[in-house]
């Protein structure tokens, strides 16, 4: 079975700031990695995704994420974030080439500050 | 379009049933449900195949069923409604094993009081 852990329930920036957000994962098997993001009343929208390649994916928006398979970690990271940041953040993973059963992690409320 | 489900909001009586909905993505095999109560990550509950439900393992209890007519429209029904039932309800979509992703509808906020 999968899981994954964002360490972060909350995390606070000021405007025009750098901003990570980590996400650890745990598996016996290879994964895909998503960033999904939430914006209140409603739904997820897609970040960004690993699937294979290159270990460094951009996604929309100016987000990117690093894929390291030694550290099963994959951070969230922009270089400076907006207002309109502001939301909750979601991590997941599923099986690698087979799985539909997405694994989301509790999820890191961003909040940008002026 | 993308994924639309209905109702957007729904309140129900302790013990009454309820009957959620979920139109795919126009080209997407798969649809997929997901349980999203207040403060979480979704968690898995079922997912689909064309018409064949291929995995259940997430689903609650025997209150909640699910199914898939035509390969088209996904409905998750859940009886018996309980409080602990109140959450969000996400529907996904996708195309060759989420390989291209998930699509998410905005989702249905049920309240059991």
């Known amino acids: 079975a999968q899981s994954v852990t964002q360490l972060d329930s909350q995390v606070p920036v000021f405007e025009e700031a750098p901003v990570e957000l980590r996400c650890n994962y745990s598996s016996s098997v290879s994964v895909y990695l998503f960033w999904y993001v939430q914006y209140p009343n409603q739904g997820l929208q897609l970040l960004l995704k690993?699937?294979?390649?290159?270990?460094l994916v951009k996604g929309i928006n100016g987000f990117e994420a690093e894929f390291n398979k030694s550290q099963t970690s994959f951070h969230l990271r922009k270089p400076s974030v907006h207002i309109s940041d502001t939301a909750e953040y979601f991590c997941a993973v599923s099986v690698a080439g087979g799985g539909n059963k997405l694994t989301f992690g509790t999820g890191t409320q961003l909040k940008v500050e002026l | 379009a993308g994924v639309t489900q209905s109702p957007t909001h729904l309140i129900k009586t302790r013990g009454q049933q309820v009957t959620l909905r979920c139109s795919p993505k126009s080209g997407h095999d798969t649809v997929s449900w997901y349980q999203q109560a207040l403060g979480q990550g979704p968690e898995f509950l079922t997912y689909f195949q064309n018409e064949a439900q291929l995995d259940k393992s997430g689903l609650p209890s025997d209150r909640f069923s699910a199914e898939r007519t035509g390969g088209s429209v996904s409905t998750l029904t859940i009886q018996r409604t309980q409080q602990e039932d109140s959450a969000v309800y996400l529907c996904?979509?996708?195309?060759?094993?989420?390989?291209?992703?998930?699509?998410f509808g905005s989702g249905t906020r049920l309240t059991v009081v």
């Open positions: 996904a979509s996708s195309l060759d094993a989420g390989h291209y992703g998930y699509t």
């Open positions: 690993y699937l294979s390649g290159s270990t």
